[in-house]
T-cell receptor, first 114, second 112 residues
Framework: ELKVEQNPLFLSMQEGKNYTIYCNYSTTSDRLYWYRQDPGKSLESLFVLLSNGAVKQEGRLMASLDTKARLSTLHITAAVHDLSATYFCAVDAYTTSGTYKYIFGTGTRLKVLA | DAGVIQSPRHEVTEMGQEVTLRCKPISGHDYLFWYRQTMMRGLELLIYFNNNVPIDDSGMPEDRFSAKMPNASFSTLKIQPSEPRDSAVYFC??????????FGSGTRLTVV
């Protein structure tokens, strides 16, 4: 069964601090996505990682992908209150039934305290 | 481009009633996905279509749920009869290349 797990599930951090969110997945995939969701809103695409070793950065967020370890990280540098949201990773993986599935992780609810 | 359009934005219905959720994908996108989001289960893939054909419906919870895509510009997700445990936010998403995905604003369904 394809599983995508994130940790931590909840993260409360002070402004100015650094932290990393981890996304582990259970099957082979070279496509990993990160999204942001604000309360009551839809999902906003942050990063698309398409190969092993891919690294992308936007502002205070940086995402990386290690396909051999089946691990992606979302690193937050010098957090600010505006980054408070729920962050999801998603994996596009080929299944044993011969189809692709686009599966989301459990989500990490981030709260940045002033 | 207006993006992925879902309707209605909010739906409140009584248990046992039929509910139909609608989605208009971005023109030219030949993949369409339906997701359900709840606090307990997170974002679950229900079904997806490619060129209007259902490819994987293994996430559809039970026979009360059905989805159709009669043409490239319209899809429906129907629940009949609805139950309180179906209360959730239902998202539709579309893609043309399985690299870039665009999500709709969602339909918040409440079954009382």
């Amino acid at each position: 069964e394809l599983k995508v797990e994130q940790n931590p599930l909840f993260l409360s951090m002070q402004e100015g601090k650094n932290y990393t969110i981890y996304c582990n997945y259970s099957t082979t995939s070279d496509r990993l996505y990160w999204y942001r969701q604000d309360p009551g809103k839809s999902l906003e695409s942050l990063f698309v990682l398409l190969s092993n070793g891919a690294v992308k950065q936007e502002g205070r967020l940086m995402a990386s992908l290690d396909t051999k370890a089946r691990l992606s990280t979302l690193h937050i540098t010098a957090a600010v209150h505006d980054l408070s949201a729920t962050y999801f990773c998603a994996v596009d993986a080929y299944t044993t039934s011969g189809t692709y599935k686009y599966i989301f992780g459990t989500g990490t609810r981030l709260k940045v305290l002033a | 481009d207006a993006g992925v359009i879902q309707s209605p934005r909010h739906e409140v219905t009584e248990m046992g009633q039929e509910v139909t959720l609608r989605c208009k994908p971005i023109s030219g996108h030949d993949y369409l996905f339906w997701y359900r989001q709840t606090m307990m289960r997170g974002l679950e893939l229900l079904i997806y279509f490619n060129n209007n054909v259902p490819i994987d419906d293994s996430g559809m919870p039970e026979d009360r749920f059905s989805a159709k895509m009669p043409n490239a510009s319209f899809s429906t997700l129907k629940i009949q009869p609805s139950e309180p445990r179906d209360s959730a936010v239902y998202f539709c998403a579309s893609s043309h290349d399985r690299v870039t995905y665009t999500f709709g604003s969602g339909t918040r369904l409440t079954v009382v």
